[in-house]
């Protein structure tokens, strides 16, 4: 006959339910792949970077550009690019002509990854819930981290994206009114039913949209939409609708389009 202590059930009871908690963490961390932290780009002038999340003690990467004209101690724009779905993490590094003119015109330039590659960047629901706060929480974290390395001019940070990195452009800074000095778009994805009115937030904030006509992804009347509105609130806008232009292409592999959006910047991160 065992005689089991009270005391010795709870702390067993309470040993295997720690446990279980921990295993279904680990559950929740294996659901990132190892795609999530691969890179695409070996351009030389592309910095490769990681650093550890807290919320899960995960190693997250993200990449650099810095223009050969910075110089510690004087503050430079930042431009924070952010990738489409399933997109690498320094994919926009690879766009034609991005990272020429981001020399020509001295941007420092990063590309979070939005913790994995289908993360949406907390604007819209994930497979795990909680992946989505992480995709937002990853991109504050390396802003940060750029603000503490470099002479980063807090009056010329700067957000732009495409397709999901459109999505979440528009809700990061909806999320952070005043944070950036301007935004650009190309081929936005943001949710169906989501209002544009969450712009109201970020209304004095210039902003470029640009889309294609016959993109298959997202719906040129989608972004038509969004344009009116932001007509509508009284945004400082620029909206350059491309005839017969498709959803990636026309942005990745297009270097006058590329230059249309740094120009965008470069104008108004002028004093």
Do not use: C
Request: aromatic share 12%; net charge negative; charged share 20%.
């Amino acid at each position: 006959m065992t005689i089991r202590n009270p005391w010795y059930t709870f702390l067993l009871t309470a040993v295997l339910a720690i446990t279980s908690l921990s295993g279904l963490a680990g559950y929740a961390h294996a659901q990132r792949e190892t795609t999530d932290d691969e890179s695409l780009i070996s351009d030389p002038r592309v910095q490769h970077r990681s650093y550890v999340f807290a919320p899960t003690g995960e190693t997250l990467p993200y990449a650099v550009f810095v223009p050969s004209s910075y110089r510690a101690g004087t503050p430079a724009p930042l431009l924070v690019s952010l990738h489409g779905l399933g997109r690498t993490y320094d994919w926009l590094m690879g766009y034609q002509g991005f990272l020429d003119y981001a020399e020509e015109y001295g941007f420092v330039v990063v590309t979070p990854l939005g913790y994995i590659r289908r993360g949406w960047y907390g604007s819209r629901p994930t497979d795990i819930a909680q992946h989505a706060a992480y995709s937002e929480q990853d991109v504050m974290n390396v802003i940060e981290l750029m603000q503490e390395e470099f002479s980063i001019d807090s009056q010329r940070l700067f957000l732009w994206g495409h397709s999901m990195g459109g999505a979440g452009t528009y809700h990061l800074a909806a999320n952070n009114p005043g944070m950036f000095a301007a935004l650009a778009v190309a081929a936005p994805a943001p949710r169906a039913d989501l209002s544009p009115t969450i712009l109201q937030a970020v209304r004095d904030t210039p902003i470029l949209v640009i889309q294609g006509t016959a993109d298959e992804l997202v719906p040129v009347e989608l972004t038509r939409r969004w344009v009116a509105e932001i007509r509508n609130m009284g945004m400082q806008h620029v909206y350059i609708e491309l005839d017969g232009a498709d959803h990636t292409d026309f942005i990745a592999s297009n270097r006058d389009n590329m230059r249309k959006v740094m120009n965008f910047f470069d104008i108004v991160s002028k004093p």
